[in-house]
């Protein structure tokens, strides 16, 4: 490669604008700020990268709501614990779980995408969604247990790698 050739390569390399999440909570409100921040930045044409891990793996498992998904049983009670995105608690204020259904409802009300509508949103921006291959580990999951969305299942120098050059914010 010639002396022009890769100082276009590298020019472009620093123009890709580029946002990395790491997932680390599968809070409600905590969620939703992550797919808010993801879509809003590949709206503008920002190369979005989610990294799921831990209790964020429970916003791209397959079954939505609680349910025995693991690889033994204190990896299913885990699982079914942790319950999915369609029961995500909040943070704070969860109320018993009426939390999010009031966040929902106010959200609607006030035309604002909701979790939900964010995270189709994100899938149409062609925003990566990738899964925590430690976290997984721990937890007994596989591929199979998450929305075909996830691009790939990575190791943490694999997503830093694909992060690098880029803004990374943890959630």
Known sequence: MGIIENALTKSEAKSVK????????GDFD?????????????AVGYEVNIFFTFWGLDAIKQKRGRAFVGGNWLTKLFGFLMGGVKVAPNSRFNFLGAG???FRHLMRKKNIATLEELMEAA????VNLYACEMA???LGLEKKDFIHEVKDVLGVATFLRISE????LFI
């Open 136 to 138: 997984m580990l721990v």
């Open 18 to 25: 580029k946002l990395s999440i790491i997932a680390f909570s």
């Open 165 to 168: 050059g880029g803004e990374t």
């Open 100 to 102: 999010p259904r009031i």
């Open 30 to 42: 905590k969620l939703t700020a992550v797919f808010t921040l993801a879509t809003g930045a590949a």
């Open 123 to 126: 899938n149409a921006l062609g």
